[in-house]
């Protein structure tokens, strides 16, 4: 069964990496000794487990480290302290439409995206024909993306990444945009995707949505975990701030 | 351009259309594969920050793209050389292999590039400079033969673009099979690039991702 360990993770950006430098400014700063080496720390001594069946909702503030946690499971940032295992096969979902090309049809950035999630060409084939009709734009399926609405590119987005089945789904505030009729059929799609998944971690600033879907709530404030437990009483003491 | 340096050469535009395009052909393959390389990963910031891929893949497609687009451009060389009554010998069946080898030497450069311009942003801006100087450092527009010049014929001996160009013209231009060391220095300079390529990427990788 799937699960999640993390060990003592802690993660953290050093200033003279993240800056964005150019071949003139080091040579100038060899004259000029600029120090800029501290250090921002983005996640702290995270240790928690996540259980296979068990729902995570990631509530905090902003800058809280919520979205850094969910990258470095998904190992996007590949260079941290302390111990990341996971068991069971992971799909992020963690920005749709993050691998959207504009230039390429809907239906080949159908294909892409489905390939970027890690689906097989056969799986694809069979799941092409039901994204299209989920998301309503067989009209216009076959012209470039960058033709489309904002709403249209989102629904499109949406179907994609809704329609592959992990055993680890990870979501980081996925109800944004789309028409009020969209986000009706989206919220039965996303439960069915939700249900079928062994882990679900969810972040999002919509209390109702973690209390609704969630079975235990960790709360992050300046990269630590200060509080896990149940939904209702995590939520209860966020919302008072009471740490 | 064929036309404008034929005269100036003092050559037939037809013998000098099909000397240009054998060392064009091989020069793209490595200029794109360097340049498209060198903007990548800026491009695919939002694929690469929001999921997880191998991050050598993306250099690696545009080496790929620009092999492919070379194996097109020497078709369309071919159809006219036939057009141009030029000979067309057997000798062609040898260059998959010169083909291959720029095609790992490209490679091996192109990683370099990528990973240079994430940590150096204006080396975006120099790097198409430094191709156009290479390009006339080498012997694509005038044959290797024209310099007497003891320091042009050693600049022109070490680059390894004037190796590729001699793997691509012999058999294209001049209907013979390049020299054992031409193959070899070919084989050696590929071997280098793509060694240096790899381990310096597979060192830096883990940085692109806060880079971008």
């Known amino acids: 069964m799937a699960h999640i360990k993390i060990q003592n993770l802690s993660l953290s950006f050093k200033k003279n990496i993240l800056i964005r430098s150019t071949l003139k400014e080091s040579v100038?700063?060899?004259?000029?000794?600029?120090?800029?080496?501290?250090?921002?720390?983005?996640?702290?001594?995270?240790?928690?487990?996540?259980?296979?069946?068990?729902?995570?909702?990631i509530i905090g503030s902003n800058g809280a480290g919520k979205s850094t946690l969910l990258k470095a499971i998904c190992n996007i940032y590949e260079y941290y302290d302390g111990d990341i295992q996971i068991v069971g096969d992971i799909a992020p979902l963690l920005e749709i439409g993050a691998g959207f090309v504009p230039d390429l049809t809907g239906r080949e950035n159908i294909k892409l995206n489905c390939a970027i999630l890690g689906l097989k060409k056969k799986a694809i084939e069979q799941l092409e024909g039901e994204i299209i009709s989920f998301s309503g734009l067989s009209d216009f399926i076959d012209e470039p993306v960058k033709t489309y609405s904002s709403g249209m590119y989102m629904r499109l987005a949406f179907t994609i990444a809704s329609s592959i089945s992990p055993e680890i789904l990870i979501l980081d505030e996925v109800f944004a945009g789309g028409d009020k009729e969209f986000i009706e059929k989206a919220r039965n799609r996303i439960e069915k995707v939700i249900n079928k998944a062994n882990i679900l971690i969810l972040v999002s600033h919509d209390l109702s949505l973690i209390n609704q879907y969630c079975t235990r709530v960790i709360w992050m404030d300046k990269g630590r975990i200060v509080a896990d437990g149940l939904p209702n009483i995590i939520i209860d003491r966020y919302m008072n701030n009471d740490i | 351009m064929t036309i404008v340096f034929s005269s100036i050469f003092g050559q037939d535009p037809k013998v000098f259309a099909v000397f240009l395009f054998s060392g064009m052909t091989a020069f793209n393959l490595f200029s794109a594969s360097i340049l498209i390389s060198s903007t990548t990963f800026m491009e695919h910031e939002g694929l690469i920050t929001k999921v997880y891929i191998p991050k050598i893949i993306l250099p690696l497609t545009v080496c790929f793209s620009a092999l492919l687009d070379s194996i097109l451009v020497f078709i369309a060389l071919l159809i006219i050389m036939f057009i141009l009554g030029s000979p067309v010998?057997?000798?062609?069946?040898?260059?998959?292999?010169?083909?291959?080898?720029?095609?790992?030497?490209?490679?091996?450069?192109?990683?370099?590039?990528?990973?240079?311009?994430?940590?150096?942003?204006?080396?975006?801006?120099?790097?198409?400079?430094?191709?156009?100087?290479?390009?006339?450092?080498?012997?694509?527009?005038?044959?290797?033969?024209?310099?007497?010049?003891?320091?042009?014929?050693?600049?022109?001996?070490?680059?390894?673009?004037?190796?590729?160009?001699?793997?691509?013209?012999?058999?294209?231009?001049?209907?013979?099979?390049?020299?054992?060391?031409?193959?070899?220095?070919?084989?050696?300079?590929?071997?280098?690039?793509?060694?240096?390529?790899?381990?310096?990427?597979?060192k830096f990788k883990h940085l692109i991702i806060y880079k971008v």
Do not use: C, H, W
Request: zero cysteines.
């Open chain 2, 89 to 202: 010998t057997m000798t062609l069946l040898v260059l998959p292999l010169s083909f291959l080898l720029l095609f790992i030497f490209s490679i091996g450069l192109a990683l370099l590039s990528a990973l240079a311009t994430i940590f150096y942003r204006d080396l975006q801006q120099i790097i198409p400079y430094g191709l156009q100087a290479l390009f006339f450092l080498s012997p694509i527009l005038y044959p290797k033969k024209n310099f007497s010049d003891p320091l042009m014929s050693f600049i022109m001996d070490i680059n390894p673009i004037s190796v590729y160009v001699d793997l691509f013209r012999g058999p294209i231009f001049e209907s013979r099979i390049p020299d054992l060391s031409s193959y070899t220095l070919g084989l050696a300079y590929a071997i280098i690039s793509i060694t240096v390529g790899t381990i310096i990427f597979s």
């Open chain 1, 28 to 57: 100038f700063r060899i004259f000029t000794k600029e120090n800029n080496n501290y250090k921002i720390k983005a996640l702290q001594d995270i240790n928690t487990q996540i259980n296979s069946g068990e729902k995570v909702g």
